[in-house]
Nanobody, 123 residues
Framework: VQLQASGGGLVQFGGSLRLSCAAS????????IGWFRQAPGMEREGVSC????????YYADSVEGRFTISRDNAKNTVYLQMNSLKPEDTAVYYC?????????????????WGQGTQVTVSS
């Protein structure tokens, strides 16, 4: 599975962005998909996950209520809608995939990674 993350950019405090994670080489049906982020000097942390079976969603406490993960199996794409963005959301965002239902909430659980897309939130 090859993953291509896109949609990052520069946005003001309180703004919104939608990240996309497009897959090729395999259908994403049956894969759990996670979004992670890494700020400079920080560990990569889990942001959200959507399961491969029933589409259940999970969020880190820091983004709960502001971010929404969704999947469009017809387009073989997973999205992360990010609203009410804060400067502390600034990071490189990565999508990742693992075959199975999940949820998978740890970085080490994932087999396939996209290249990352930069999100910068100005105050």
């Amino acid at each position: 599975v090859q993953l291509q993350a896109s949609g990052g950019g520069l946005v003001q405090f309180g703004g919104s962005l939608r990240l996309s994670c497009a897959a090729s080489g395999s259908r994403l049906d049956g894969y759990a998909i996670g979004w992670f982020r890494q700020a400079p000097g920080m560990e990569r942390e889990g942001v959200s996950c959507i399961t491969g079976s029933d589409g259940s969603t999970y969020y880190a406490d820091s983004v709960e209520g502001r971010f929404t993960i969704s999947r469009d199996n017809a387009k073989n794409t997973v999205y992360l809608q990010m609203n009410s963005l804060k400067p502390e959301d600034t990071a490189v965002y990565y999508c990742a995939a693992v075959r199975g239902s999940g949820p998978f909430l740890r970085r080490i659980d994932y087999e396939y990674w996209g290249q990352g897309t930069q999100v910068t939130v100005s105050s």
